[in-house]
Each structure stands twice: as structure tokens, then as C-alpha cells.
């Protein structure tokens, strides 16, 4: 009975006040009765709740989960260790069911909240304002080439091929809503090929889009590029690893227009997917361009210190055709993950587990460089994740590391088919010697 809300006495009550003797025939006036089923649902017998339990219980062995694989996934989400204290703060009812800070009166805490998100996206952006984050990195992207196109008046973008392949694609269905074309630059194996890339950097061109590490793992020439881009007349778009700018040199020292990332690991569980954390902070003269909303410090009728939302430049707010985006929501759940875990791991702890990242990275890719049939596919530096060509196909490679409860890296050749049985693999601060010597031993014994 619990999980029933009305007993029969109650539901005749109701037919009897609305007039009708059962729902049959309530629902006949409106619902036709071919498109109706005849019958009781095919359901099997109801449980107790203990009983419901186990059952789930059971269904969710049947999911591999991070706490029985060890993880070299990456390519935009990635196994970094959170801090428990983080799922503390998230459960609390203030944070876990807030909508929009509309009235500030009553909002302070959510919108100091968002300011110090938005000012920890700027200390590691080196940018001078953030927004209160976008869905995930990649409409943070897609948005930053609307940025760019809408602050130039040009109609092509040109963006790298070594960006993650889904962002790509979310690129370039926005633009094309706009009619902007979308050009991409090719590589030169695992990095652009700056040659080619000058030659379609021209007037024409709103700005350009980079990853930093590129979706190869590998770093790629942003001063080179820079120069490039802004002796156009074009922006610089960067989508920077957060985690990587303690130990990388921030993209605004290096002249980026707009930064944007994906913030998952930044005390968000990569949770099969979503939701996740689109970041994006900008330059202050492009302020009224930038989509979503900002959070800005002031000073109340008493004196004291507060916090309202100051640009609010959506769809539901303004004229449409004055709108700078259509999204019409944030993840500020998310951005409250990343703010916790920022402000708990601190500077010199975001720069360890940067630093343990890339050196456990670099330790696999040695290993994996002595079994024969492997090889590091690009001699460029990388930060925690690397590209290797394979001597079987990856997919089948995968396959036997699943049986030895491990999750394998990304087939990089789907999307680069050049790079031929080619395994991209990404190493966190989580990831053991031991675990990596096993990943290791496993590929070894690939047949």
C-alpha cells in the first residue's frame, strides 16, 4: 500500500463525483478504443520492497562499473579521484534543489557560490571573466565559435582536426543553423600541420578553435598558432584540460580570445556519460557576447557585501533575436562539484595531481614502448593521456583486456584513420603502478 496513493474507495469517490462509473469510461470520450489496451499490463507479481532491492541489486551487476575495472578511458571524461567531501556538499538540500537565483535576497549562498566558481575558472584561464558554466565542453565550444563569428561579422570558422571528434561535430551542427561554414585543419600525424594551417587562416576567417592537449593527448604549437590566427584579424579559441593548467601555461598568457573545457574532472563522477560541466571564460571586452549568465560582487542598501546575476543575455530574458545563446540553464550542481573540489585540493594539490598524472603517463607509455608490435605514435610531448599504434585491432585488444577487468583506451584510428590500429590512453592520478604494470603485462600477452 505504500506505494499506492488512493485505495478503491478513494478512486469510486472521484468517478463518482465526475460523474462516470468506471475509467473505462472516463477515457472513452477522448481515448478511442482501438488505441486502448484491452488487457491488465503483462507485469509480474509485485515485491516488498526488500525483495525490490535485491532484484536491483542484482540488475546492477550486469553494469561494469569503476570499482571492479581499472579505467585507461579518457577522450574528454576521465577516473580522477574525488574527495568525499564533495558529495557532502552536493546532497545538501540548498544546493541539490535550487533553481535560478532570480530573487538575490534570498540566494547569497548559491550566488557566492557561482562567483567563486567563476573566479577559480579565471585563476586557472588566466581570462579576465567566467560565465556560470554551459551544459558540457562541447556546447561550450560550439557557443565560443557563435562568439566569434557574432564579434567579427565573418562566416567561417576553421577549427583543428585534432579537437575531440564529438565537439567537432556539435560545432559544426550549430554553424550550420547560422550558415557558417566549418573548415577543419589537418594534422601532421599526431599534431596540426602548421603549414596547411596558415595557408587557411585568411580574412575571411572569425577565429580559430584548438584543443590543449589535443584529443591525441599530445600539446600542440598555441604560440605558433596564436600569431597566426591574430595576424587575420581572427579570435583564438583554446579548450584547455582543466586539470593540465597546473601544470601548462594558462591560454591567456599565450593570447587566447576564449577558453572553454570540459570540467567532468574536476570533482564530477564520470557517471556513463553525464551530466557534465561545460566551462568558458573570456576576455572582458567580449563581456556582452558571452552566452549564459554571470554572477558579479556588489554592495547592498546596508553596505555589505552580495552577490547578483549581472548578464543575463538568454532567450527568456531579452528580445530573442538580442540573444546571445539559446541555453536556458547551467549545471550549477556541477559547478558546485568543481568549486568543492578546487577548494579542497588548493593550488599546490591541483599542481600533484597534475604532476602525477603526467608522470604515471609517461611511465605506461615507456612500458608499453618495450612490447614488441607497440610504439608511441607521435614523438611530441603529452600530458596524462598518449596515442599508440597496435600490432592486433584495437576492438579485438579491448576485448581481452575486458576479461582481465581492465577498460582499454580509445580507438584512435575510427576518427584518425591514418594513425592505423591506434589506441589512445589516458592515465590519471588513480591509476597505480601496479595497475599499469598490469595494463602492461596484459598487452604483452595480446594474441
Do not use: W
Request: net charge neutral.
Amino acid at each position: 500500500m505504500r506505494y499506492i496513493p488512493i485505495t478503491q474507495a478513494d478512486k469510486a469517490a472521484m468517478l463518482r463525483d465526475i460523474g462516470v462509473s468506471s475509467t473505462e469510461e472516463l477515457f472513452a470520450a477522448n481515448i478511442p478504443a482501438d488505441v486502448r489496451l484491452p488487457r491488465p499490463l503483462n507485469l509480474p507479481p509485485a515485491l516488498t520492497e526488500m525483495e525490490i532491492l535485491t532484484h536491483v541489486r542484482d540488475l546492477t551487476k550486469a553494469n561494469a562499473d569503476l570499482t571492479e575495472y581499472t579505467c585507461f578511458l579518457g577522450g574528454g571524461a576521465y577516473d580522477h579521484y574525488i574527495p568525499s567531501a564533495v558529495d557532502t556538499f552536493l546532497s545538501r538540500g540548498e544546493f541539490l534543489t535550487a533553481y535560478t537565483p532570480y530573487q538575490p535576497e534570498i540566494s547569497q549562498g548559491v550566488l557566492q557560490v557561482i562567483y567563486e566558481y567563476q573566479s577559480m575558472v579565471c585563476e586557472l584561464t588566466g581570462m579576465d571573466l567566467s560565465n556560470a558554466s554551459m551544459y558540457d565542453g562541447a556546447s561550450a565550444m560550439a557557443e565560443a565559435a557563435g562568439m566569434v563569428v557574432a564579434q567579427t561579422g565573418r562566416k567561417k570558422v576553421v577549427i583543428a582536426a585534432s579537437v575531440h571528434p564529438n565537439f567537432r561535430r556539435v560545432v559544426k551542427t550549430y554553424m550550420h543553423g547560422i550558415g557558417v561554414e566549418v573548415i577543419e585543419a589537418p594534422l601532421d600525424h599526431c599534431e596540426l600541420d602548421l603549414n596547411k594551417l596558415e595557408a587557411l587562416i585568411t580574412d575571411e576567417v572569425a577565429g580559430f578553435i584548438v584543443q590543449q592537449p589535443n584529443f591525441l593527448g599530445h600539446v600542440e604549437q598555441v604560440r605558433a598558432i596564436e600569431q597566426m590566427v591574430h595576424a587575420k584579424g581572427g579570435l583564438y579559441v583554446v579548450c584547455a584540460d582543466p586539470i593540465s593548467l597546473a601544470l601548462l601555461e594558462a591560454p591567456g598568457n599565450y593570447g587566447a580570445d576564449i577558453v572553454v573545457a570540459e570540467g567532468q574532472s574536476l570533482g564530477n563522477a564520470p557517471s556513463f556519460g553525464g551530466p557534465y560541466l561545460g566551462m568558458m571564460a573570456t576576455r572582458e571586452k567580449f563581456a556582452r557576447r558571452i552566452p549564459g549568465r554571470i554572477v558579479g560582487g556588489t554592495v547592498d542598501t546596508r553596505g555589505q557585501r552580495s552577490f547578483v546575476l549581472t548578464l543575463q543575455a538568454r532567450e527568456q530574458h531579452i528580445r530573442r533575436e538580442k540573444a546571445t545563446s539559446n541555453i536556458c540553464s547551467n549545471q550549477a550542481l556541477n559547478a558546485l562539484a568543481a568549486t568543492v573540489y578546487l577548494t579542497l585540493v588548493g593550488k599546490e594539490g591541483l599542481r600533484e595531481v597534475a604532476c602525477l598524472c603526467a608522470q604515471k603517463a609517461h611511465y605506461a607509455a615507456a612500458q608499453i614502448a618495450r612490447l614488441p608490435g607497440y610504439k608511441i605514435a607521435c614523438k611530441s610531448a603529452f600530458f596524462k593521456e598518449f596515442t599508440v599504434n597496435c600490432p592486433q585491432p584495437v576492438d579485438q585488444i579491448n576485448r581481452q583486456l575486458l576479461g582481465k577487468r581492465i577498460l582499454g583506451g580509445i580507438p584512435s584510428s575510427v576518427d584518425y584513420p591514418h594513425l592505423n590500429n591506434a589506441m589512445t590512453i589516458a592515465v590519471t592520478e588513480k591509476r597505480t603502478k601496479a595497475e599499469i604494470d598490469a595494463l602492461v603485462a596484459a598487452l604483452g600477452e595480446v594474441k
